[in-house]
T-cell receptor, first 111, second 112 residues
């Protein structure tokens, strides 16, 4: 499965949009982009995933570039409770696969 | 649904002892995953099952680790004998058709 590259940390002001980038230049055509987050001491929590098109749900939006080599997770109105480590993962959802979590991005939302 | 349930939440044991971690996946999910998280190595996939059958155990660190899934509602991860370097948080996760994974609260293992 493809590896991803994320900045180690980012800051965001409360109420502003948080834009978390992810590079996955070796992604294969059948691999999805998944985002999870882990709030301190808890298990990782699914946020959103996509293949080619941009996706939006009640938590976030996912923007995938046309060449699929990078993506951005957008939290439209960050709150203090969004402070967490955010993981970008690429994986197939058919056949055998491994979910490889990198180091992620530690997002600090500040009042 | 109660979500993924793990027990115990905390375990402290001495080196050389056997440790058994337990997981109850979400009802109806057909995939179950075991992960280990440490500060040094991050979150690592150890093994995953599909319909109670182990599919990929290449992440299991060594023969001291074993995992079983006797039925669709229960899985165990056993370490025998345990060593201090096994100290970590162990997460269980389940999913339906390898889609979104739902994680349990984790078991924090300390081996003295």
């Amino acid at each position: 499965d493809a590896k991803t590259t994320q900045p180690p940390s980012m800051d965001c002001a409360e109420g502003r949009a948080a834009n978390l980038p992810c590079n996955h230049s070796t992604i294969s055509g059948n691999e999805y982009v998944y985002w999870y987050r882990q709030i301190h001491s808890q298990g990782p929590q699914y946020i959103i995933h996509g293949l080619k098109n941009n996706e939006t749900n009640e938590m976030a939006s996912l923007i995938i570039t046309e060449d699929r080599k990078s993506s951005t997770l957008i939290l439209p109105h960050a709150t203090l409770r969004d402070t967490a480590v955010y993981y970008c993962i690429v994986a197939r959802n058919t056949g055998g696969f491994k979910t490889i979590f990198g180091a992620g991005t530690r997002l600090f939302v500040k009042a | 649904d109660a979500g993924v349930i793990q027990s115990p939440r905390h375990e402290v044991t001495e080196m050389g002892q056997e440790v058994t971690l337990r997981c109850k996946p979400i009802s109806g999910h057909d995939y179950l995953f075991w992960y280990r998280q440490t500060m040094m190595r991050g979150l690592e996939l150890l093994i995953y099952f599909n319909n109670n059958v182990p599919i990929d155990d290449s992440g299991m660190p060594e023969d001291r680790f074993s995992a079983k899934m006797p039925n669709a509602s229960f899985s165990t991860l056993k370490i025998q004998p345990s060593e201090p370097r096994d100290s970590a948080v162990y997460f269980c996760a389940s999913s339906l058709l390898k889609d979104t994974q739902y994680f349990g609260p984790g078991t924090r293992l300390t081996v003295l």
